[in-house]
């Protein structure tokens, strides 16, 4: 059963940084893209970052870039972003999701929401001051 849960949300000033955790299980990380993906209020869910499993690249989107960071722990089973300098337009619900192999999927496609199958509850980052 693939289980996802997601942690380190909180509130942060703007400029400041915060790291999220996915920690997930059922699955063999290897063969399936995953991502972080946020929704704002009154705004639809947009992918954020993604590892892909068809080259083993992190993609971003561009509001992101140069800013936040995916990463991976094989051994602990975790998915992390690291999220820096950040501005009050990050604030949003962010949300581990992978997917289940039942589509091909490639480089930034793992970028797009409705590619994933699995979702975690989400944990809330709020940038204010």
């Known amino acids: 059963q693939v289980q996802l849960v997601e942690s380190g949300g909180g509130l942060v000033q703007p400029g400041g940084s915060l790291r999220l955790s996915c920690a997930y299980s059922?699955?063999?990380?290897?063969?399936?893209?995953i991502g972080w993906f946020r929704q704002a209020p009154g705004k639809e869910r947009e992918g954020v970052s993604c590892?892909?499993?068809?080259?083993?690249?992190?993609y971003y989107t561009d509001s992101v870039k140069g800013r936040f960071t995916i990463s991976r722990d094989n051994v602990k089973n975790l998915i992390y972003l690291q999220m820096n300098s950040l501005k009050p337009e990050d604030t949003a619900v962010y949300y581990c999701?992978?997917?289940?192999?039942?589509?091909?999927?490639?480089?930034?496609?793992?970028?797009?929401?409705?590619?994933?199958?699995?979702w975690g509850k989400g944990t809330l980052v709020t940038v204010s001051l």
């Open positions: 059922g699955f063999t990380l290897d063969y399936y893209d």
């Open positions: 590892i892909s499993s068809s080259d083993g690249k992190p």
């Open positions: 999701a992978t997917e289940s192999g039942i589509r091909y999927l490639y480089g930034s496609n793992c970028l797009s929401s409705s590619n994933m199958d699995y």
